[in-house]
């Protein structure tokens, strides 16, 4: 696969819902970035924010990512509420990637030439 094919990390979307545990949102997201053409490792532990939905940090050739699960992709919702059957837009969890900024809030250039 060639690289300018491959689905940039920070649009892999792992959909695993609120239930999962948050190793297991890591290793699902992991699977879809390297089925996407990345080769990816986990990171050195590095401190996480649980409460802002940290799941683990991992280095996608070269570049560190946070992976995070909160609620990110729509989904509906059956609602029974009045007696009457009907379904709402809700966002439910996934995980996502994004990325760890390097001291100075940069990312480093790595451009071709």
Not at 78 to 83: P, Q
Request: glycine share 10%; net charge negative; hydrophobic share 40%.
């Amino acid at each position: 696969m060639a690289l300018d094919e491959r689905t940039d990390p920070v649009q892999i979307i792992a959909k695993v819902g609120n239930f999962e545990s948050r190793e297991r949102a890591v290793e699902v997201w992991m699977h879809l970035a390297t089925k996407a053409g990345w080769q990816v490792a986990l990171a050195s532990a590095a401190p996480q924010d649980a409460d802002g939905g940290d799941c683990g940090t991992v280095e996608v050739e070269g570049l560190r990512y946070r992976i995070r699960l909160t609620p990110r992709v729509r989904t509906s919702l059956a609602d029974d509420e009045g007696g009457t059957l009907t379904w709402r837009p809700v966002l439910s969890h996934a995980a996502w990637a994004e990325p760890v900024l390097e001291p100075g809030n940069h990312i480093p250039y790595r451009g071709r030439g």
